[in-house]
DNA sequence: CTGAAAGCGCTTACAG
DNA sequence: CTGAAAGCGCTTACAG
């Protein structure tokens, strides 16, 4: 065998990672004091602190988070649960979670979870109580899920859910703001003189869906103008259910002037319909999205559209996460969701009567 | 005070979760039965196990992993580090890494790191070493970066770089297709007769445009009519910068009539080009593209192109690193990625001689 | 201002 | 096949 080095035997020994107890020992301390000054606590002499610093930096040593979890009842880890609707919605969101947890010491835990899924309350329970996260945000639709209230109080595990309305208490909610980015859309669409509008909605098993069809509806009849049912469909957020929509509208005897898809990527099927069918947009047709994703100035003409904080709404909801648990029960005035904006690019237009109505 | 209930007074007390303490008192074993049964482990009686485990599951126990951890020194949590390249990529990349996850009882930890960053080091190793992660998987450029070997040496944690190139060791290398992929382009593109060609690299700081101009040239070379560097513009994989060099290349006197993007959204902004310059897609110009993310069906024409088994490789990512861990030496046969396919749609013509050259 | 000790919830040699 | 006990690396009353 190879002879040992002079290295100090009590120190190195497991991994070449040191515990807290290694630092102690070359600081001549008890572990205690390490403890302290790691946590940044009072209760050691000026000399002492420095003295144990100066031995933390030589070495690197940074504290295992599962043994001040197990001591303190604390993960270090927030969850984000979600079901993929969009990729860019997701890292996007990511994104805004990541921005609040910058600098906290938490790291975030990825969980995607269909609403569909057969195990959906089984596999949730086990991730978080598994992990006894800290806390945990939901996003995208499972977030409107009714079985989260029940499990995660008895999981006494606080969350946040990020969606289109208020489905819980403030302390667990960030509220979209699709509605009001509808009523936007609306208002847009009745300014430029449209009269026959269409709408492609999302499924309206979402609520995100349900809301962006309802503050759209309310414009146009504050406008005077109510929404023609019949000029209504249903897709799926999808490109290709744009595509479909739009084609169906396009074909319509009276077709509508102007289309209002529920996102950006429909919005982009009905623009490609559009131009299938010969339509100069937005001469012809005025088409809006929503979101103002990157596929929005990706396509010719680009897309008016509705920009949703996405972001800032992940951000806002570390940040409401956070607050609950450090028991700042004072939050003086509630965070609000930063306002959506219309964003007019090259599909508006204002309405001609189209030729030959009927 | 209310009177307690008749609950077990050494049951529930804390939070409502049980401890593996509290099931074993239940079952009238010690912790250790429990420990045995939990793990699936031999050395419990067939009675008695099947006791422990109707308990378990009446009372919804589920082991806390960092308790698990710190007596075992897994941490049951996988990391995952990235710099943002396009949303598309990371989350059919994290899809896959998921895939690799499903069922192994690890949690994905998400900590996206440009390489870039002041601190880089320090905020990898402190991530790192705080979580104790079992392994790290590195996508992106950022698993190109040669800091990473001694760093996770030293924190002796295992991990897997996915990268265009084997910059690392088979254990700890799941290797792109991007040569292979660029190499099909050029075929494409040869086959159908184009000769005068253009290309737009990625930005040659990455090793992935590196190699997929290398591949394109490759193919080029091999059939007799080698790259044209005055044809070659750089891009940084945005659709803007697709666009400008569309535009560029388009400008020429002796424009080319094919053009290679190294990835999607460049080939739609070189697409945009083409239909302002007034050009017929694919009539007086070819386009190609390379990943095969959504964009390439979303534009019109949709777009030929090259794709890419994002998802596969992170899921091989994964098969690798917990091979280490398992310490499974002998691995078969090495894990290949799938191959690239050229994915032929509505951008590719046969070459015809630009009217009036020069 | 500092130490010695118990405890967080698991696992695992060590004895029976 | 099963128990009692030590230990993983931290934190935190409890004494001085």
Same mark, same amino acid.
Do not use: C
């Given at each position: +065998? ?12 497991? $991994?070449?990672?040191? =515990? +807290? ?20 606590? %009072? ?24 043994? $001040?979890?197990?001591? =303190? ?6 969850g984000h649960v979600y079901n993929n609707p ?25 969980f995607p979870l269909d609403r569909a899924h057969p195990q959906f309350t089984e596999r949730l329970r086990e991730f978080v109580s598994?992990?006894?996260l800290?806390g945990v945000v939901f996003s995208s639709s499972v977030a409107e899920d009714e079985r989260l209230d029940p499990l995660l109080a008895d999981l006494r595990v606080p969350y946040v859910r990020v969606a289109s309305t208020a489905v819980d208490v403030p302390e667990r909610s960030v509220v979209g703001?699709d509605r ?18 269409? +709408?492609?909605?999302g499924p309206m098993s979402f609520l995100s869906a349900r809301e962006r069809r309802n503050? !759209? ?5 504050? *406008?005077? @103008?109510?929404?023609?049912? #019949? ?7 999808? !490109? ?6 739009? /084609? ?8 509508? =002037? ?7 990527? +429909?919005?982009?099927?009905?623009? /490609?319909?559009? /131009? ?9 047709? #005025?088409?809006?999205? !929503?979101?103002? !994703? @990157?596929?929005? @100035?990706?396509? /010719?003409?680009?897309? =008016?559209?509705?920009?949703? %904080?996405?972001?800032?709404m992940?951000?806002?909801a570390?940040?409401t996460l956070?607050?609950t648990?450090?028991?700042? #029960?004072?939050?003086? $005035? ?16 204002? *309405? ?7």
């Open positions: +065998m190879a002879h040992d080095r002079e290295a100090p035997a009590s120190v190195d020994r497991r $991994q070449g990672s040191l =515990t +807290m107890r290694d630092i102690a020992r070359l600081a001549n301390v008890s572990s205690k004091s390490v403890s302290l000054v790691v946590n940044g606590l %009072p209760g050691v002499g000026d000399e002492t602190r420095a003295r144990i610093e100066a031995l933390i930096a030589e070495h690197g040593y940074v504290p295992q988070a599962r043994a $001040q979890g197990l001591a =303190t009842g604390r993960a270090f880890l927030v969009n990729p860019e919605y997701l890292i996007t969101m990511q994104q805004g979670l990541l921005d609040g947890l910058e600098g906290t010491g938490y790291a975030l835990v990825t598994r992990h006894r800290d703001v009001d980015g509808a009523v936007l859309a609306g208002e847009h669409l009745v300014e430029l003189g449209h009269v026959r509008i269409g +709408m492609v909605s503050g !759209f509806e309310q414009a146009l009849t504050a *406008a005077g @103008s109510p929404l023609d049912d #019949t000029l209504v469909v249903e897709g799926d957020y999808t !490109f290709e259910a744009g595509l479909q929509a739009g /084609q169906a509208l396009l074909d319509l005897d009276d077709r509508p =002037t102007a289309v209002f898809a529920a996102n950006d990527e +429909m919005a982009a099927g009905v623009l /490609q319909a559009a /131009q299938r069918a010969g339509l100069e947009v937005p001469r012809e047709l #005025t088409v809006v999205g !929503f979101d103002d !994703f @990157s596929i929005a @100035s990706h396509v /010719q003409p680009r897309l =008016t559209t509705v920009r949703i %904080p996405t972001r800032a992940g951000h806002l570390i940040l956070l607050e648990q450090t028991g700042a #029960t004072d939050r003086g $005035q509630a965070r609000d969701t930063p306002s959506p904006e219309l964003v007019v690019r090259e599909t508006s237009a204002p *309405a001609v009567s189209p030729e030959g109505p009927r």
